[in-house]
């Protein structure tokens, strides 16, 4: 379907209009930072025809300006949607910073629909009336608390959809899928990022960079849009002084925290280092699906070989499970594979179990390999449920505590039947006496 993006300030009514138009009551609270932003997509019908809404959302209260937020709207705007809807307060009038807008929208040349929202009653049009000085066209006089005028927005709106939008299948249902991009200093982060955005994009956010606060990057790879969390982290230029390492560190967890599939980068011109492996942990201790890029494979040689696989087998083997791409950020090379590789862990990491498939397995499983008896007791398990997704959490009833070498062969044997190639699993117990 095409994709309408809405624009606008915070509070000037943007989430009431999102709500209005799905035909929904309950509010979106967009001033709670971070409450939005997981949600960016809607679909949404009108007089038959289907579209999909973007909200630009987003907006933090932080010490960061306004401006570099209303450019991240504009840019988000600018690459996926195929209207434009920007919405304005109208019992406030105009601002510097709608005006802002305004000049963006100017660049980006798609069709824009100016919402004057809050005119409540015929009375205050006159109010809709003055933004026709923003030279965006007619501005649509709208309440979109009570409705008003916004039915006739619509059809005029429909009139501007696409037959076929641009973009509409690269945007998953949920949203774009949000991905962390991480690692040590120096071991390719940015260089990827910029090679998945593509050489064009590199110029404007090495600009933008140098005042954008930590901030999303959408970057369309295999047909679909990716959100990139955190990036301005890793654009910006890394100065090795004092404490760097713990500001790296920081910026990894805030990465994560937001992350649903981390990409954790390695370099293979130089040893797997205790950092390396720290934040390794690090994602799977919060519970994010794994991708392993081993990057700067143009310097790979026959030593560096040797190594690898030693490092593979000693420092990784806890993370055997995670699919691994070998890449160079410097020239691209394999940066195809990362899109199957992304697919396999979240696909993994949003899996659910049946009970019934869960039990079955492990009845045949505790037939086979019994726990061993341990002073003259056999702990049996019950019943075993899944009990949430993302990442896959198990729960085994048992008559007993389990010895942690079975449930670590449990565990095993739970990836290889159910295949959660990509995902960390935790599979925890209760006794019942
Ligand atoms: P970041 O700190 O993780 O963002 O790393 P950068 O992207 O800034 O890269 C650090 C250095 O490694 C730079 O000098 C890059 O040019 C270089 N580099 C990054 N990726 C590759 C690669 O695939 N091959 C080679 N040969 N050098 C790379």
Same mark, same amino acid.
């Given at each position: #379907? ?8 915070? *509070?000037? /009514? @943007?989430?009431?209009?999102? *709500? ?18 997981? =949600? ?16 630009? /959302? ?31 307060? &109208? ?25 004057? *929202? @809050? ?27 009570? /409705?008003?005028?916004? &039915? ?14 641009? !973009? ?9 899928? =949000? ?66 390492? !713990? !500001? ?68 990784? &083997?806890?993370?055997?499970?995670? #699919?691994?791409? *070998?890449?160079?950020? @410097? ?19 949003? @899996? ?26 056999? #702990? =049996? ?53």
């Amino acid at each position: #379907p095409p994709v309408v993006a809405i624009l606008g300030r915070p *509070n000037v /009514g @943007k989430s009431s209009l999102v *709500n209005r138009i799905l035909g929904r009551r309950e509010a979106v609270v967009e001033d709670v930072p971070g409450v939005t932003r997981d =949600r960016v997509t809607y679909q949404a019908e009108w007089a038959g025809r289907e579209f999909t809404i973007v909200d630009t /959302g987003g907006w933090e209260h932080d010490a960061k300006g306004i401006h570099a937020r209303v450019a991240e709207q504009a840019e988000i705007a600018a690459d996926l949607a195929d209207v434009v809807v920007f919405v304005v307060d &109208a019992a406030v009038g105009p601002t510097a910073t709608d005006e802002g807008v305004v000049k963006l929208l100017r660049r980006i040349k798609k069709p824009v629909f100016l919402i004057a *929202n @809050k005119i409540d009653d015929f009375n205050q049009e006159p109010e809709a009336a003055a933004l026709w000085s923003l030279g965006m066209g007619k501005p649509y006089p709208v309440s979109a608390i009570h /409705g008003r005028g916004v &039915a006739d927005f619509l059809d005029d709106l429909m009139e501007k959809l696409p037959e076929h939008s641009a !973009y509409g299948g690269m945007i998953p249902s949920g949203g774009p899928r =949000r991905v962390a991009l991480i690692g040590r200093p120096n071991v390719g982060k940015s260089s990827l990022l910029n090679k998945l955005a593509g050489s064009e994009r590199v110029v404007v956010d090495n600009l933008a960079g140098t005042t954008r606060d930590p901030v999303d990057e959408l970057i369309e790879l295999g047909g679909r849009v990716w959100r990139f969390v955190d990036t301005a982290g890793i654009r910006r230029r890394q100065h090795m002084s004092q404490g760097a390492d !713990y !500001y790296a560190s920081l910026r990894t967890q805030a990465a994560l925290e937001k992350a649903e599939v981390a990409v954790i980068l390695l370099a293979v011109d130089e040893r797997l280092s205790e950092q390396d492996i720290r934040i390794l942990n690090t994602a799977i201790e919060a519970g994010r699906a794994i991708v392993l890029a081993f990057n700067k494979w143009d310097l790979m040689d026959e030593d560096r070989r040797r190594y690898l696989e030693r490092e593979i087998e000693q420092d990784l &083997a806890h993370v055997e499970w995670a #699919p691994r791409v *070998n890449i160079s950020a @410097k020239t691209g090379w394999h940066k195809d594979r990362l899109v199957p590789a992304l697919d396999t862990a979240l696909e993994s990491w949003d @899996k659910r179990i049946s009970t019934g498939k869960l039990n079955a397995f492990l009845g045949e499983l505790v037939a086979a390999n019994p726990h061993p008896v341990r002073g003259g007791k056999q #702990p =049996r398990i019950l019943f075993a449920t899944q009990v949430s997704a993302r990442p896959p959490r198990f729960v085994l009833f048992t008559t007993g505590f389990l010895d942690p070498g079975y449930r670590r062969f449990i565990t095993r044997r739970l990836r290889e039947t159910f295949g959660f190639e990509g995902t960390p699993i935790e599979v925890s117990m209760r006794v019942r006496e």
